[in-house]
């Protein structure tokens, strides 16, 4: 098989569907796993980073702002210079970079140089979520697209089940310079398993012989737009909420500081859950499964919010909010891959990359605004608004597009 060659036949003349690539999956599964987690990972070691680096806690966790920034001022021109470059190389190189970046900042002697390297692996993640974005798209056809994209979106999951919690436990335990090393390590091996073992695939924008893709023109792009305003929006309000989850389990929940880790481990657990639930159940009907999934969150935050140290109520809130919030990824990705045709996959993902971070970005800012003026306990009801709002627009839209068909 090369690059030039569809992994499943597209052609009108019948023939047999090739095994359902699980191993090409798993691997690009691990390489999510790895960048996910180098992107999270501060805000499970934003006490500790903050007292090496003499910082206030909102500025650690605006590395998380500063790193969703450089995505959204990258991924476009970064993917459309890189556009005829084989995928499965592009993933590779960037994640070479995102390993490089994760030594540099456990070597940065200070904030300032931290924020340099924050930037670095920004721009490599960006790039690697342009391509991986559309890439289960590229290995099955449309009937498997929930599936495939469950199983390459669960390394966004297991990183919040262990990469956050196990990245912060290290952290505490040997120094959170050493917990970005180890990340940093295990990248560069991912990116030799990526090369191993990902299998190439065909992309238009790559073919010599490709006429220029005008989006506009495309009768997909509108709906591509709206899923990609609903996901920033609703990112926007989770990271307003969960880059402050630590402070939040101490200060709020009354916790002990030992409490961070296990919760944070709690808490991906029950996103895998509701990747699983993303998979088989919610995926059969992604605009209903998407609405469920938005709705669930908001209820969990909610009941968070009101009954934070409420023996029992508050961790099941956490938990509600985790498992909902775990669907949400590959659901609004899936959406995502049903709206654009398969001529304008690739540059949906680079527009899907942008607003997804775009919404980490402007969420990590505005709770670093908004910690000092309505307070930790403030943050989740900022989320449950922003919620509503995006469940608004899926719905209208879903109306919309109903009377029109």
């Not at 969960?242 to 481990?265: H, K, N, Q, R």
């Not at 959406?335 to 398969?342: D, G, N, P, T």
Request: net charge positive.
């Amino acid at each position: 098989m090369t690059p030039s060659t569809p992994y499943y036949s597209t052609s009108s003349t019948p023939a047999v569907m090739p095994p359902f690539p699980w191993l090409g999956l798993i691997v690009l599964a691990a390489a999510v796993f790895l960048s996910v987690t180098i992107e999270m990972i501060p805000t499970g070691l934003l006490p500790d980073m903050s007292r090496e680096l003499e910082v206030g806690e909102p500025l650690i966790g605006l590395l998380v702002t500063v790193f969703a920034a450089t995505v959204v001022v990258l991924t476009v021109p970064l993917a459309s210079l890189t556009k005829k470059v084989p995928r499965r190389t592009l993933i590779v190189i960037s994640l070479a970079v995102l390993a490089v970046s994760c030594v540099l900042t456990a070597l940065a002697p200070n904030y300032g140089t931290v924020l340099a390297t924050r930037i670095l692996g920004g721009a490599a993640h960006g790039l690697f979520w342009s391509v991986v974005g559309a890439y289960a798209g590229h290995l099955v056809p449309k009937e498997q697209l929930a599936r495939a994209v469950s199983i390459s979106v669960a390394g966004g999951s297991l990183a919040f089940v262990l990469g956050v919690p196990l990245g912060t436990a290290l952290g505490q335990a040997f120094g959170w310079r050493l917990a970005f090393a180890g990340i940093g390590a295990l990248t560069l091996l991912g990116a030799l398993l990526v090369w191993r073992f990902l299998p190439p695939v065909r992309h238009h924008a790559g073919e010599a012989d490709a006429a220029p893709i005008r989006l506009r023109s495309d009768a997909t792009f509108v709906p591509v737009l709206v899923v990609c305003l609903i996901t920033a929006v609703t990112m926007v309000g989770a990271y307003t909420f969960y880059t402050y989850v630590a402070p939040f389990i101490t200060d709020v929940m009354g916790m002990a500081p030992s409490a961070i880790s296990p919760m944070l481990l709690a808490y991906g657990i029950a996103g895998a859950v509701g990747l699983l639930l993303a998979g088989t159940v919610l995926g059969r009907r992604p605009t209903v499964g998407l609405a469920v999934a938005l709705v669930a969150t908001a209820l969990g935050v909610t009941g968070l919010a009101l009954f934070p140290q409420v023996p029992g109520v508050g961790i099941a809130c956490f938990l509600l909010w985790g498992t909902a919030f775990g669907a949400l990824p590959p659901m609004l990705n899936t959406r995502l891959l049903h709206s654009a045709s398969s001529r304008i996959r690739d540059a949906a993902a680079s527009f899907y990359t942008t607003a997804f971070n775009s919404g980490i970005g402007g969420g990590a800012l505005l709770g670093a605004i908004l910690f000092g003026v309505i307070g930790l306990g403030g943050l989740p009801w900022v989320f449950v608004g922003l919620l509503i709002c995006s469940t608004t627009a899926l719905v209208w839209t879903a109306l919309v597009n109903r009377v029109h068909h």
